[in-house]
């Protein structure tokens, strides 16, 4: 399980232990670091908690402005590109050297660049969010 949603405190606590001693059981620990719990903050659960955002597979989950159908704006918990992943990818791209490829055609730098980056449009999508 990477995940579980919990209505409270209290009960995202005992699920923790309860993992924690399954873990045990089977001869593993989970790391402290990477085991929190993390309250999933919007616009309706509004209090303050220490950890309000985590990274998970490239994504850092965290409150974010969203738009509802009608246009009214509201924060919502939400993925989007994580700040390291979005640092990799741009000195990649930045290794890439286009700047210095002023003979190339559009079409040239398309079949360079095509073979890199359409495998990412299927890779890099969000995980299926926690509900």
């Known amino acids: 399980m990477k995940w579980a949603h919990c209505v409270t405190e209290r009960q995202a606590r005992h699920v923790l232990a309860a993992l924690q001693e399954r873990?045990?059981?089977?001869?593993?620990?989970?790391?402290?670091?990477?085991?929190?719990?993390?309250?999933?903050?919007?616009?309706?659960?509004?209090?303050?908690?220490?950890?309000?955002?985590?990274?998970f597979l490239g994504f850092t989950f965290r409150p974010r402005t969203a738009r509802a159908k009608n246009g009214a704006l509201f924060v919502s918990f939400q993925p989007a590109i994580s700040k390291d992943a979005l640092n990799k990818i741009s000195r990649a791209v930045?290794?890439?050297?286009?700047?210095?490829?002023?003979?190339?055609?559009?079409?040239?730098?398309?079949?360079?660049?095509?073979?890199i980056v359409r495998p990412l449009g299927r890779r890099d999508r969000c995980p299926p969010c926690p509900r």
């Open 94 to 115: 930045r290794s890439w050297r286009l700047h210095r490829r002023i003979g190339s055609t559009f079409a040239q730098l398309a079949t360079v660049i095509n073979p």
């Open 23 to 55: 873990m045990e059981e089977v001869g593993l620990t989970l790391h402290p670091a990477k085991t929190t719990i993390v309250y999933c903050r919007d616009a309706n659960r509004r209090q303050n908690y220490d950890t309000t955002e985590f990274t």
